[in-house]
């Protein structure tokens, strides 16, 4: 049997990364772990995590490791998980990338590859202020790069509920890159350290990007 495909997806917010892992649910059936779609899931819940979470979410700050690395820790325990996935969002600082090491450790489990997506950032700003969201299946859509072909609503899931996300305005995208640049642009040298990093230009359009993944990872002929 092929060995799981174990992918991390490493960018700036705004960099394609939840595009792309959709793409490879789609296309590879490797399940999307979104860290940030489940806080915001967390949130809309209303659970501890949910609103513990809220305050460092809209101010575009991180949320602390401990509550990040548990949370990754019980959704790679789950039965889809262990035939692959992709982590989008997930590690964003060194002691996350660290936990996860010991995490996958203990599973035999190993990763396959990093793909960092490089986007300059007034490009980040640009795609992310005209993001919208659906609130409903987390599809993502741009008002200029990629309408919905109706407004307001989710062309993947039908519901009318397309939204700006409250940490997608200028300023906080502004906080959330220095995020990257700060914290989570250090795991980067971390898994180049592993010998696990793939650079690409995340600035193609989510085709092109996809097919360098298809091709960095070597996920089969379905791009
Ligand atoms: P995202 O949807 O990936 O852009 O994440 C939105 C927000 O969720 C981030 O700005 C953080 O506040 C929080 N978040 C998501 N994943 C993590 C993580 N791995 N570590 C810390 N905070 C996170």
Excluded: W
């Excluded at 092929?2 to 490879?24: C, D, E, Y």
């Excluded at 309408?147 to 409250?166: F, I, N, T, W």
């Amino acid at each position: 049997m092929a060995k799981p495909l174990n992918l991390i997806l490493v960018g700036a917010p705004g960099s394609g990364k939840g595009t792309q892992a959709q793409r490879l649910l789609e296309q590879h059936g490797l399940p999307q772990i979104s860290t940030g779609d489940m806080l915001r899931q967390a949130q809309r819940e209303g659970t501890a995590l949910g609103l513990e979470a809220k305050g460092y979410m809209n101010a575009g700050q991180l949320v602390p490791d401990a509550l990040m690395v548990n949370l990754i820790r019980e959704r790679l325990a789950q039965p889809d998980a262990q035939k692959g996935f992709v982590l989008d969002g997930f590690p964003r600082t060194v002691a996350q990338a660290e936990a996860l090491d010991g995490m996958l450790r203990t599973t035999g489990t190993e990763l396959s590859a990093v793909v960092v997506m490089d986007v300059p950032d007034e490009a980040i700003v640009e795609r992310i202020t005209g993001r919208r969201s659906c609130k409903a299946c987390s599809a993502v859509f741009h008002v200029r790069f990629s309408p919905p072909k109706q407004a307001g609503v989710c062309d993947r899931c039908g519901a009318s509920a397309l939204y700006q996300r409250e940490d997608d305005t200028e300023d906080k995208v502004r906080v959330r890159l220095k995020a990257f640049a700060d914290q989570t642009s250090q795991v980067i040298p971390y898994y180049q350290r592993q010998g696990l990093v793939t650079r690409l230009n995340g600035l193609g359009t989510p085709e092109d990007v996809y097919a360098a993944i298809v091709k960095a990872v070597g996920a089969g002929a379905k791009a």
